[in-house]
């Protein structure tokens, strides 16, 4: 059965949310006994037991939630669902939602990728259909949108908590939600209705004051606040936003900030409630979700006091006057290199990369709102006004069906195509390395721009010699017209078809669709729960049904060989990439071949190319560790700064768990990956001397010593026995609770699950 969009799924449980917080909240009040931030509203009102509530000291203590909702999409699905089928549980214990969104190619526009799709994915929409419709949650085939924006559309309310194995969750916060990306294995928590486990996030209070004005947009805020934080600035944080500012901004606008809140590495962001989420819940036919939020509206803000003395009750306080923003193009290779808009020709410049744009992309699940695109298209129409012809080929990925032919029916879709762009499916495509690029010589580096969320080397097309600027949709338009890096939208001007030059006027755009959203759209498949058979051939490519990992034999690691110590940003995109892997992402075998393919190694500065103890010789990552698996060899990967940073990806720590990987140790891990590796069983470690990391040699034999007497807040010995008969000897920590530990023991949080059971 198709469900309307325009119906409220789960109407029921979000009655019961808005009715119990009020006393959920009185209770929290009680027990703390002050003021309180928005965010530790939404926290403490989740708790996993009402009944035991206590103070949480943040970045520090670890809390168990019970989340409102849950999401997976078509790569984070299979294996989280694979994981699920192990519990042998007959139903999923929360509303849920399926998306399928991130193996859609995009190659010759929508609807022929999405043909070719629907038959070059079918293993696996088919096992998402079944499981969908058997397990419980709503499934969205390929082509209703990419998930942040149908879970916008359709399912996120104000006060509210989510978790979806994305990273990009947070999107949510536009309707005042606090979502948060996890792994699979995390989501298995949510799906089986047991505890959820973080540690309390610190808070970083970002007060907005005055209002955009002409060309800056919300994308400004967050490209700005990148800039500010750093990719690491928001690790174990939540972003909490307030202030006069906060209210001028529309619910999608608050949505992109959100969205790239996963870029500063933040745990969520969240937004107060205000008129602009009102009326988006009410134009996507949710007005009964909005009545019931009013009602509560009060404590859908941070108290008084947090707002007159902020810097009393977040850990940090960064002021952003709206009034004072100009357009800002981060990039390339990293999304916090932040250049305001009159800084980028020179920066471009200096560094010696490509001035001539040779894409320019709109839309994604980042920038796909009714007021993007009119504000984009404002832009495209000054150019064809004036019968300019853009000089960059421009595609639009615009983010959901439901958007799409709001746009279609309204003429702005038509906007772009005059310009001769090429709309691709509504999905995640050229964000996630799903994209056939026609590109001339892609051994040279060559720059592209974005109004997408991420700017990794070869996050796009695959391509790592790809240079991605990220940027406001009007101003990736802009930036298309000239196609140079160079040009200046706010003082340059262009020539007209007839001659006379002229300077673009600054955008404007709607908020909502004046004719309300487009109804013509098909919605989800809504589960009936009927136990069908879930077939897995033994031989399907694309899914594997998984053998549990080994519980931990109770000894010390002893001498095990370094599979690699990466150097420098070493992403999830670098450990397990996508582009051509993304299909296998449920057949833990398959996948594996992908292990640690764009790391660095330190010692040689390659990828691709480890010191194979076995062999005596460089090999893949991927080849090596699995040589050690099948000689029964365990080894170590050791990391740089904030390892494993990047997206929610839990085949990051699955892959080289499969492959024999004991430990990893980093100078810093980043946080869901972090829980990832705990959750698969692996022992995450960091030096507790960050220095220390010089110290381990290419060809090192390490040992983890007093793995016995492992406990909370105490260190283990590493020792790495040199080449040369020498050795070196340091401490390493973990971040490990009496719960986690338990999943090292026994080899996985889901053994730790069965056996307790
Ligand atoms: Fe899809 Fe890109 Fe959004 Fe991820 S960030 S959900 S890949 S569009």
């Not at 209070?205 to 004005?213: A, D, F, M, R």
């Not at 981060?330 to 040779?358: F, H, R, W, Y």
């Not at 906007?415 to 026609?438: D, S, Y």
């Not at 705990?678 to 010089?694: H, M």
Request: aromatic share 8%; charged share 25%; net charge positive.
């Amino acid at each position: 059965a198709q469900a309307s969009t325009a119906s409220i799924r789960d109407f029921a449980m979000i009655q019961a949310f808005y009715r119990n917080y009020p006393s959920r909240l009185a209770a929290v009040r009680a027990k703390l006994n002050r003021p309180l931030t928005l965010s530790e509203k939404i926290l403490y009102t989740h708790l996993y037991d009402p009944k035991n509530i206590q103070e949480y000291k943040r970045g520090a203590s670890y809390a168990e939630f019970r989340p409102d909702r849950a999401g997976t999409h078509d790569i984070g699905g299979p294996m989280a669902i694979l994981q699920f089928m192990t519990s042998g549980r007959d139903r999923i214990a929360l509303p849920a939602a399926m998306v399928c969104d991130h193996l859609v190619t995009a190659n010759a526009g929508a609807r022929k990728d999405i043909l070719f799709a629907d038959q070059f994915n079918k293993e696996t929409y088919d096992f998402l259909r079944d499981v969908s419709r058997r397990y419980g949650f709503d499934f969205w085939p390929a082509g209703s949108g990419i998930c942040h924006q149908v879970f916008l559309e359709n399912y996120d309310f104000p006060g509210g908590m989510m978790l979806v194995t994305d990273s990009h969750t947070p999107t949510a916060c536009g309707l005042g939600m606090l979502a948060i990306g996890v792994g699979g294995a995390d989501l298995v928590d949510a799906l089986m209705g047991t505890e959820w486990e973080l540690k309390m996030p610190k808070l970083i209070g970002v007060k907005l004051t005055g209002h955009l004005q002409g060309w800056a947009s919300p994308k400004d805020v967050i490209l700005k606040l990148a800039g500010i934080l750093s990719t690491k600035g928001g690790t174990n944080c939540v972003i909490e936003y307030f202030g006069d500012g906060a209210d001028t901004l529309s619910a999608t606008g608050k949505a992109t900030i959100g969205n790239m809140g996963a870029e500063v590495g933040s745990t969520s962001s969240v937004f107060p409630y205000d008129s602009h989420m009102k009326s988006y819940l009410q134009a996507t036919g949710r007005a009964a979700v909005a009545s019931l939020a009013d009602g509560v509206a009060k404590d859908l803000h941070a108290d008084p006091e947090v707002l007159a003395h902020p810097e009393k009750f977040f850990d940090r306080v960064v002021e952003i006057n709206l009034s004072e923003l100009t357009p800002y193009i981060n990039g390339p290779l990293s999304p916090d290199a932040a250049m305001p808009i009159d800084k980028v020709g020179e920066t471009v410049k200096s560094k010696g990369l490509p001035q001539n744009i040779e894409v320019a992309l709109v839309g994604s699940c980042t920038n796909s709102s009714y007021e993007d695109f009119t504000r984009a298209a404002s832009i495209a129409r000054q150019c064809l006004d004036k019968g300019v012809k853009i000089k960059t080929p421009l595609i639009v990925v615009p983010g959901s069906v439901r958007i799409r032919e709001t746009l279609k029916r309204d003429g702005i879709l038509q906007t772009f195509e005059k310009l001769n762009a090429t709309v691709m499916t509504t999905a995640c495509g050229p964000c996630i390395g799903q994209w056939k690029r026609h590109i001339g010589d892609p051994s040279q580096k060559n720059t592209i721009i974005e109004s997408f969320n991420r700017n990794f080397a070869g996050r796009n097309d695959g391509n790592k010699k790809t240079q991605a600027f990220l940027a406001s949709p009007e101003m990736v338009v802009a930036m298309a017209i000239e196609g140079d890096m160079g040009f200046n939208p706010l003082k340059n001007t262009i020539t007209g078809a007839n001659g006379a030059s002229f300077k673009l006027a600054a955008p404007t755009g709607e908020e909502l669709p004046k004719k309300g959203f487009a109804t013509n759209v098909k919605g989800c498949v809504i589960p009936d729960f009927k136990k069908i058979e879930i077939k897995v051939s033994p031989n399907a490519e694309r899914i594997r049904l998984l053998t549990p990992f080994a519980a931990w034999d109770g000894k010390d690691f002893v001498d095990l060989p370094l599979l690699i110590k990466a150097k420098g940003k070493c992403t999830t995109d670098h450990i397990s990439p996508g582009g051509k892997w993304l299909p296998y992402r449920g057949n833990i075998d398959r996948i594996s071949d992908n292990l640690l393919e764009r790391a660095v190694n330190a010692f040689n500065g390659r990828s691709q190319s480890v010191w194979n103890v076995v062999n005596k010789d460089y090999e893949t990552p991927a080849k090596t560790a699995r040589l050690y698996k099948n000689k029964g060899i365990h080894s170590v990967i050791v990391g740089d700064d904030n390892y494993g940073e990047g997206s929610s990806r839990e085949h990051a720590a699955m892959e080289p768990r499969y492959l024999n990987v004991s430990v990893v140790l980093a100078k810093s891990l980043a946080r869901i990956h972090e829980s990832n590796l705990k959750k698969q069983g692996i022992l995450a470690l960091t030096f507790v001397n960050p220095k220390d990391y010089d110290k381990i040699r290419e060809k090192d034999r390490i040992s983890v010593l007093g793995l016995k007497e492992l406990a909370p807040g105490k260190t283990v010995t590493v020792v790495c026995k040199h080449e040369d008969g020498t050795e070196d000897r340091f401490q390493a920590a973990h971040s490990y609770n009496e719960k986690q530990l338990s999943w090292f023991r026994a080899g996985s949080a889901l053994n730790a699950m069965k056996k307790a059971a």
